[in-house]
């Protein structure tokens, strides 16, 4: 692994240092005016600067995608090659999905076996109702900031976003508090509620509707269309695609949180864990025997979320940019 990673480092040095001979052989040239007419000459004569951006892109592209090459290659790995081969990239025994079958027959400290199918079903129940009402809430929230009119309703907003620089473990006690009065410590509701108070998904749900004009709004208001109406009938249908940007953040949150489920699920019912507390548990001892299945156990939580960005990329890309726009 270490002569890989070398490897990778050299060439990373490399590109950098051929890109920086470029650049000063072409400002050298251009200050002489002795660029060449040829085809190269007149591409790096008047696109340099997209050319150093598209190589320093590529580059930081391979480096956030080498730990995730690791960690695939790390899943299909055998229990006899972490052992005795450690910190090969490429297991001399070859690939294998025996990590992938062990962990859904993985056995606990008593024998019995853990009950992987269930965490992944808890984890869709709580990423899926998480992500739907949190919409639901976000967007009745962010229609009332920008097309009601009500008192204190600037005062109210900037407050809303005074709370997101409190950190999230400075309410862990608040929350549990909350949760435990409730009496559902012990179940999947622990896990959704306290996420559907959150600001941000409201923040960015609010900044794209300030872009729907106005004059539409009132002239739905003249035909006699109630806030209602005017919410499912032209601002929801105007803002498909924040809320397709929105739902996605809100399902990776869900999915991915794993602080939150441990301390408020505890050890004592493991048939309420998520995947992410499952994964953890079993990747816990850090040991040879365990290395390949947490891997296995990170790859497979994975592909809903690599999935779920795959089709909804585009909606991704110009919810962000729309956002972010005043009309």
Not at 229 to 251: T, Y
């Amino acid at each position: 692994m270490n002569s890989w990673i070398k490897a990778a480092i050299s060439l990373i040095a490399a590109v950098f240092c051929i890109l920086v001979a470029i650049d000063v052989a072409v400002i050298v040239l251009k200050r002489k005016k002795a660029m060449p007419t040829n085809f190269l000459g007149r591409y790096f004569s008047k696109r340099l600067v997209q050319f150093n951006a598209f190589v320093i892109l590529v580059v930081f592209c391979i480096i956030w995608l080498v730990p995730l090459v690791i960690g695939l290659i790390g899943s299909l790995t055998s229990r006899y090659a972490f052992e005795n081969h450690p910190g090969q990239l490429i297991p001399s025994d070859g690939l294998t999905f025996d990590n992938f079958k062990a962990l859904f027959n993985t056995l606990d400290t008593d024998g019995s076996r853990l009950p992987v199918e269930r965490w992944i079903l808890n984890s869709f129940v709580v990423s899926i109702a998480s992500t739907l009402l949190y919409l639901i809430i976000a967007g009745l929230a962010a229609y009332a900031f920008v097309f009601m009119r009500f008192k204190f309703r600037n005062v109210l907003f900037m407050f809303l976003i005074f709370t997101m620089v409190i950190p999230g473990v400075a309410t862990l006690t608040p929350q549990m508090s909350n949760i435990a009065r409730l009496g559902i410590a012990r179940s999947l509701w622990a896990l959704i509620l306290p996420g559907l108070g959150g600001v941000g998904g409201l923040y960015l749900i609010r900044q794209f509707m300030l872009g729907i004009p106005k004059d539409l709004i009132d002239s739905a208001k003249m035909d006699g269309m109630n806030n209602f109406q005017i919410l499912f009938k032209i601002v929801l249908p105007l803002s498909k695609s924040v809320f397709f940007v929105q739902g996605l953040f809100c399902f990776m949150g869900a999915w991915n949180d794993l602080l939150w489920p441990q301390i408020i699920l505890g050890t004592a019912d493991k048939a309420l864990w998520t995947l992410q507390v499952g994964i953890a548990y079993i990747s816990g001892s850090k040991t040879a025997n365990t290395i390949g299945l947490g891997l296995a156990g990170a790859v497979f939580s994975a592909l809903p979320i690599i999935v779920l960005y795959i089709f909804t990329q585009n909606k991704i890309i110009e919810g962000v940019a729309a956002s972010g726009v005043k009309g």
